[in-house]
């Protein structure tokens, strides 16, 4: 694991360890879904396998120091291809599907196999994923397939059925600090991050690393606590400042669904993973919160970001969203 050329995963070592003995068995999937929770480290697994599968010691695989590892490693590797995103919905162009297509009837360069990464395909076209279907059905003996997504909901049953899907999970709180530690961030910031993101390492990241990102789960955390106590005034305090940036508007949003929906489901019976940015603000809204009231939240923030979608301004949509929350 400590070999200088081995992408750094933590947590999910069953599935590591399951698709190793796959490698081993030679039973490895054709085409792969890695589904969790964005900042999980799907991509990274992604990586990961892509190694795994081109590595030129099958008992050790990925071992980190074949060439085959280390050409992986520097994201040089000559039949390693990654789908480059296009369009507003970040998918995948039928173009770039195509051109996949045609690069995966060729035959490898250097080894036995050429991978192909589709990340993040939640937002994949129905035209796209039927593009690729055929390849996917009756993939050539030397291609392989992975893709990471939010859920397998997010892909045509019949592209589904072709697949392995399997789910990847955030670490533990220690694992997730470890992590965290060896990139140098310092200790209260880290401590602030994990109080944010708990085990989900890529969103710590976000948060110890980009500003916005960390004003956006602040904001959506005090949005949240607000909400709970149906004080309106603070809420079209927070949403009118976020609103002078649209994006910032969204990040802010998206963070205020999650919160919601912790809280909805901290209502319900069984352990469900967190996605929001502040615990105990989802607790406090979730006292006495009923599923109806729930879903017209999530519903007035659908509809805030349909509205941003439409080019409704940033300010109006805030204000609207602002009155359509303490109504809910
Ligand atoms: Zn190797």
């Known amino acids: 694991m400590n070999t200088p050329n081995m992408p750094a995963v933590y947590g999910n070592q069953q599935l590591l360890s399951e698709l190793r003995t796959m490698r081993k068995q030679n039973h490895l999937p054709h085409a792969l879904l890695l589904h969790g929770e964005r900042g999980c480290g799907k991509k990274l697994i992604a990586k990961w396998f892509a190694m795994l599968v081109l590595c030129e010691h099958p008992d050790s695989a990925p071992c980190g120091t074949c060439k085959s590892c280390r050409l992986a490693a520097e994201d040089a590797h000559p039949d390693i291809t990654t789908a480059e995103h296009s369009g507003k919905r970040m998918g995948f ?12 009837s060729v035959l490898p360069n250097n080894g036995d196999m ?14 796209a994923q039927n593009a690729l279907l055929k390849s996917v059905e009756e993939p050539p003996a030397h291609s392989c397939f992975v893709f990471t997504a939010g859920s397998v909901g997010v892909l045509l049953p019949t592209l589904l059925s072709r697949m392995t899907a399997k789910a990847v999970f955030p670490v533990t709180a220690g694992e997730c600090t470890e992590a965290l530690l060896k990139r140098d961030y310092p200790d209260a910031d880290i401590r602030a991050a994990a109080a944010r993101f708990g085990g989900n390492i890529g969103k710590c990241i976000a948060y110890l690393s980009d500003p916005a990102v960390k004003r956006a789960a602040d904001d959506a955390a005090a949005l949240s606590a607000a909400l709970a106590e149906r004080n309106e005034y603070e809420m079209l305090r927070l949403l009118t400042a976020a609103a002078a940036d649209k994006d ?25 993973p967190r996605l929001g940015c502040d615990r105990a603000a989802a607790e406090t809204l979730s006292s006495g919160l009923t599923p109806r009231r729930a879903m017209r939240m999530h ?27 303490c109504d809910a």
Not at 93 to 104: K, L, M, N, Y
Not at 248 to 272: K, M, N, W
């Open 93 to 104: 162009s039928v173009e770039t599907v195509r051109d996949i297509r045609r690069e995966a």
């Open 114 to 127: 050429r991978v192909f990464i589709f990340p993040d395909a939640d937002g994949m076209s129905i035209q």
């Open 299 to 325: 519903g007035a923030i659908r509809e805030a970001f349909a509205d941003l979608d439409g080019n409704v301004s940033a300010v109006l949509t805030a204000t609207a969203l602002c009155a359509a929350l």
């Open 248 to 272: 910032q508007l969204i990040r802010t949003l998206e963070l205020l669904d999650a919160q919601v929906r912790d809280a909805a489901v901290l209502t319900l019976e069984g352990s469900f």
